[in-house]
């Protein structure tokens, strides 16, 4: 099955830098690849996806790159705020098959310090 | 109505205890899905419900029993519950649409739940 690997465990950053979170599946034929933010005793929320037929996509100081060949994707947050610490998840969706099933990547803490 | 709720938002119980963890969206989704998420780790999943039909078990333990009395409402029974079943679960929708497009999944705010 999918296996989804995320890395760095936890990253600190500077209030203003970029900050970047990688991940790798094993599943070529997976084709959805979401990014949820979860804050300290809160539900994740989604905060953008990108499928497989698009390399790239962003929204505003978010961008997601997808590299199929290499089946990683990663996470870039451009101008860092302090309300941007939270964990980050990514997740791969192999192909729908009867249903919809997320594989959630391990976790990233991002912290940013003013 | 773009959310997914969830009650209650916290949750003691003894492990000889039956309680019910209830789910509900007025978001007009037909796949719901039940996730237990312990500190620090990522969501793990449990049941989907697809049109009101069981269509996923993650080999679940029987002492949690997922119900889908209509489109709107998921529940999660439990009943002799272990201390290592501690856990903040997710309930969570997506619109249900069939095909092979894969949905984004919205998730509830959880219930922390505490096993003594």
């Known amino acids: 099955g999918e296996n989804v690997e995320q890395h760095p465990s936890t990253l600190s950053v500077q209030e203003g830098d970029s900050a970047v979170i990688k991940c790798t599946y094993s599943?070529?034929?997976?084709?959805?690849f979401p990014w949820y933010k979860q804050e300290l005793g809160k539900r994740p929320q989604l905060i953008i996806d990108?499928?497989?037929?698009?390399g790239e996509k962003k929204d505003q100081r978010i961008a997601v790159t997808l590299n199929k060949t290499a089946k990683h994707f990663s996470l870039h947050i451009t101008e860092t705020q302090p309300e941007d610490s939270a964990v980050y998840f990514c997740?791969?969706?192999?192909?729908?098959?009867?249903?919809?099933?997320?594989?959630f990547g391990t976790g990233t803490l991002l912290a940013v310090q003013p | 109505d773009t959310e997914v709720t969830q009650t209650p938002k916290h949750l003691v119980m003894g492990m000889t205890n039956k309680k019910s963890l209830k789910c509900e969206q007025h978001?007009?989704?037909?796949?719901m899905y039940w996730y237990k998420q312990k500190a620090k780790k990522p969501p793990e999943l449990m049941f989907v419900?697809?049109?009101?039909?069981?269509?996923i078990n993650e080999s679940v333990p029987s002492r949690f029993s997922p119900e889908c009395p209509n489109s709107s409402l998921l529940n999660l029974h439990l009943h002799a519950l272990q201390p290592e079943d501690s856990a903040l679960y997710l309930c969570?929708?997506?619109?249900?649409?069939?095909?092979?497009?894969?949905?984004?999944?919205?998730f509830g705010p959880g219930t922390r739940l505490l096993v003594l």
């Open positions: 969570a929708s997506s619109e249900g649409r069939g095909g092979m497009i894969q949905e984004t999944q919205y």
């Open positions: 599943d070529s034929a997976s084709n959805y």
């Open positions: 990108i499928r497989s037929n698009v």
């Open positions: 997740a791969a969706s192999p192909p729908r098959g009867a249903t919809n099933k997320l594989i």
């Open positions: 978001m007009g989704h037909r796949a």
């Open positions: 419900y697809s049109y009101e039909k069981l269509s």
